[in-house]
């Protein structure tokens, strides 16, 4: 992956439903970002538009949801569509949690850039975010994990 | 414990050992490793290392102060109870798997008496205290759990099924008092009194700094716990009242250590505060019962185990000067293996995982086990995979011998070192909340939610590094992570319109000036039990019973109790 060079933070919003009970995955996700060097908005919502609401207020470059007890589908079609609505398709939205594979394909259809799973590393998802942003971070600078 | 001559000889011997290792295999590999909360472990234990142990504080099965266990026997008398929880899809989805279970022999004995077991646990908005028509339950209703809203749904759920014969529990916390109301309609429909129900109520709205969702805030959430609990003291003499859960602690980062303390620092809040109600500890304590985390780090587990137990009793005799034997007994009746321990990745790795954390349970002599399923770490349970992890205890239970001796493990240096000294690291961490003010305190600041991310963090570097190994995920593998979990089981897609249109027939049936009566007095009710707090204590279960009574439904109920103590969250 080519290195950027110029510098510049990337901000990511990571949001979990107020329902959903598991915030292990996602703090932890919002942890190793922010040591990146990532700006992190973290957020917990009670209905999706919230989520694009958020986005558009704090202008981020990345999304990142959290599902692992339902709802996947509902939240995502749901933030997809208000994206799209509000001319804001240029923002990856990534999802992470326990998603079931074949729903995966439905998820792609809507515009999900990536799907993280259990057992996935975490570099997987930082270096995600930094090939998903035009000028962000170099490489270097992050942690050796 | 030792005379002085058997400790010199130890002393000696274990000299000669390690100056004999350290030639072997140099002095690095005598450094010994390090349990799960990093209590750095010698490679190997003597009498030396538990000579400060006063023999009573190990004692035997069924004697004070029970480190060693609850009952003399344990099971030479009885199975371990097998406390499943299941639950998904509509009331009638979540019957035909309480069925299965039964089928296969999920029964809970206790003495000469067998009880069904009924323990399901909601869907996300039934537990949020939400209808499934509820715009905010979308996309969630019958996903993780079962939807539960109305007496039509009880009546679906129960129906032909002997309450007297059923130990019942619904696993949503912050409908607690509401399911429990709803129940107790139900059952007086059915012709049955409360004085003949076994159930507990799970009550567990201390949670949210383990379980992220929005609930009540400390202030509220302790008094509706004491409200709960003082109701089933007064009512139902076969009623648990708190489920203390250190599960949840641990699942959300919480290593043994801190879930020992964590669990007690809520038995230890909870108490004073329903003695401010005015009840006595020998009334409510044996009421209370944990649901206790069982882990990889097979015999940290264990003696986290005989650890509260040991800690509870000292805690309730000498803190709260408790008189009955019951209060100083701590119910495990639900040793639950732990999720987080599963993985995505080769699932069927996790029946060797649920059988060791199993295992572990019964070594550790737990009331009740509920082992999780290999397929957990993907979806709701298939029947074939609840069916092994069933299959699983009765496995341990009937073909090794294991149940002809009371806590096999008693007296072992090693384990009898380690349980002092994770005892010993515990009360040292209750201290600690104590000074920060309590439980309330440190939920509400925020504390305990950092202490649990802190140590959930380290554990998940150490995966990432490499340093903890899990196979087939960070060794061994040959799977493609991230490409999604494969499916074993699909609730039914139809889930939310059924339970909507039942909904939908059951408010058509109803009186509705009625409903609207009932929920009006509920609300006064409410404002004078949060603003007359202790006095008002006693007066909120009545006003529950009384609309549900009226077929009022479970967010109806929900409603209106949200809007009079508050949720949020508090950091």
Redesign the interface.
Known sequence: MAIPTKTKKARVLLAKSEMEAHDRGIRYVATVLRDAGFEVILIRYEIPDEVVKTAMEESVDVIGLTFYSGGVMHDTSVIMRLLKEQGMNDIAVIIGGVIPKTLIPRLKEMGIAKVVGPGDSIKKVVEFIIGKTTECIPLSRLKDR | MFKKKVLDEARAMEKRWRVRCAGCYGEKMTKGGATRSGMPLKPVYSPTDIEGIDYNEISLPGEYPYTRGLNPLQYQVNSWMLRWIYGYGTAEDSRKRRDFLEKVGMREHIGETSLAVVNIVG???T??GLDPDD??A???VG??GVSISTMRDFKKFFEGLPLDKLRTTFICDDPTMVLLAMYIVYAERRGYSPEQLNLTTINRLYRQPS????SWGPESAFKLMVEDIYYCCKNIPRAGALNLSGYLFA???ANAIQELAFVLSVAIEVTKECIRAGLDPDEFVPRFYTHMHFGMDLFEEIVKIRALRRMWAKLFKERFGCKKSESLQVRTPSGQTAG?DL???EPLNNIIRATIMTLGSILAGVDGVCTSSYDE???IPSEEAVKLSVRTNQILYHETNIPCVSDPLGGSYYIEWLTSKIEEEAWKLIERIEELGGYKKCWESGWLRREM?RS??EC??KI??GEKI?VG??KY?EEQ???????TFEVDAQTEEKAMESLRKFRAERDVSMVKQSLDKLREVARRFIADWPGSCGILMPALISAARVDATLGEMSGVLQEVCGIG?SY
């Not at chain 2, 379980?211 to 929005?214: E, F, G, L």
């Not at chain 2, 992570?481 to 499916?487: H, I, K, L, N, T």
């Open positions: 869907d996300l908005p537990q949020r715009p905010r979308q996309g969630r996903e993780c379980w992220d969702i929005i699942e959300a980062g987080i993985t995505a990745q770490a993907l979806n991310e959930a963090k998940q570097d990432e590094s899990i995920v960070n593998a992570a991230g490409a999604g979990v494969e499916r969250y």
